[in-house]
């Protein structure tokens, strides 16, 4: 639920946000051309002046900016977290939305189905700062939940504002910004993590490193949580560390993305990594600002799955076990399940080549403490059975 606080002159620019902890996304009410009202995603994961909203919104409500025949249709990567592609539209038509008050011009729009692709049937699209804003100072107020937009003009940061100025050159104009974490493991072993960070405000966790990344080797010899996402999994692992000399952040937590195959940035901060802060997005000096504020509440999604093994279609369209979570309490692994063993069936329900599991019977087999799995290893079909743990923790 969303609420816009319009009681005093000073908060006519503020929009008061609550992110659900099943979504982890901070929505936003906007307008669209003086027309629309809607709830858009904040997401600084994209380059400025990115706008992409519903296609079933667009259905229902079509405006000139979305009428007729798109300018560019193509197949995207749905988020950086998966391989998965959808089909996209692109128009080059301006839109206007107005945000805390303010009108912001975005010169283009994608067209996509959004509810889909974020299993959210709330989710009407994303949006971020306009290209080129150089009027505004845009406040991410974590203390008490709201974004306001300042104007630049006479503006002036807190003092206790750590100052990170934004690195040019990066790709598509996202955000990045230089950090050097100091970071103390759970077994004692320190390391330093300077590099530059992309800052994505549409995504949950705190710190992600994903391939390339040079210090996902230091982190696979250690004791991890495993997590589901998309097509495969995270490691997750909780760190103390120090940044811009002795602020401490303690239950920091680094996710590893080791997946060649996941598109995206090697280093990211996302909003777990931001609610220690009130964030300002100071677009006309070209550098954010980090406001320490005292109480961190981390959101955590309380249905996040623990990872267990990933079942993924080879060329021939049979379905392969490419990965199995290596640690000692799963029970997939304890059970006998390997890497390369194709998957025939579970429970009865078999996979039909090239196409897997339809999702009525995956929904079936997922509510299932046993899974019988039928399986064919080096030419030769074996039964296995896995009895997992109801009490095992989940969330994120």
């Known amino acids: 639920m969303l609420s816009i606080a319009c009681h005093t002159e000073t908060e006519s620019r503020r929009a008061y946000f609550k992110v659900d902890p099943a979504d982890r996304k901070i929505m936003i009410p906007v307008g669209l051309n003086d027309s629309l009202s809607v709830d858009l995603v904040f997401d ?8 992409s909203i519903d ?35 692109l128009y080059w038509h301006p839109l206007e939305l107005a945000v805390c008050g303010d009108r912001m011009k975005y010169g283009y729009c994608f067209v996509k189905n959004w509810k889909r692709i974020m299993n959210n049937a709330a989710n009407n699209g994303a949006f971020n700062i306009p290209a080129n804003d150089t009027t505004r ?26 100052l990170l100025p934004f690195v040019e050159g990066q790709r598509d104009s996202t955000l990045y910004v230089r950090i050097p974490l100091k970071v103390t493991c759970a077994d004692g072993d320190t390391l330093t993590i300077d590099r530059t960070f992309m800052i994505d405000t549409g995504m949950p966790w705190d710190v992600v490193l994903m391939h390339p990344a040079e210090e996902l080797g230091l982190f696979e010899e250690k004791e991890a949580v495993y997590t589901g996402y998309g097509n495969g999994s995270s490691r997750r692992y909780t760190v103390d560390a120090r940044m811009f000399g002795n602020f401490a952040m303690d239950s920091l937590r680094i996710y590893t993305f080791d997946d060649p195959l996941m598109v995206g940035t090697q280093y990211l901060i996302g909003q777990n990594f931001l609610r220690r802060f009130n964030v300002f997005f100071d677009m006309r000096n070209g550098r ?13 999604n309380p249905n996040h799955r623990r990872f267990h093994l990933l079942v993924r279609p080879d060329t021939d369209g049979r379905f392969i076990v490419v990965k199995i979570a290596d ?6 692994k304890q059970a006998g399940l390997r890497e390369g063993d194709e998957v025939v069936a579970v429970n009865g329900y078999r996979y039909e080549r090239g196409k897997g599991l339809s999702d009525e019977n995956a929904a079936v087999i997922f509510k299932q403490d046993t899974k019988v799995f039928d399986i064919v290893r080096d030419g030769k079909p074996l039964r296995i059975t896995v009895t997992e743990n109801p009490n095992e923790d989940q969330g994120d």
């Open 44 to 51: 600084t994961g994209a380059a400025l002046g990115y706008l």
């Open 55 to 89: 296609s079933s919104f667009c259905a229902e409500y079509p405006l000139d900016a979305w009428k007729g025949a798109p300018d560019v249709m193509a197949e995207m990567v749905d988020v950086g977290w998966t391989y998965d592609k959808s089909s996209c539209s």
């Open 137 to 162: 100072v845009w406040e991410l107020n974590f203390e008490h939940d709201y974004l306001e937009i300042h104007p630049a003009a006479g503006f002036v940061l807190p003092e206790e504002c750590f």
């Open 288 to 300: 954010l600002g980090l406001q320490p504020i005292r109480n961190f509440r981390r959101v955590v």
């Open 327 to 332: 640690y000692a309490e799963n029970r997939y």
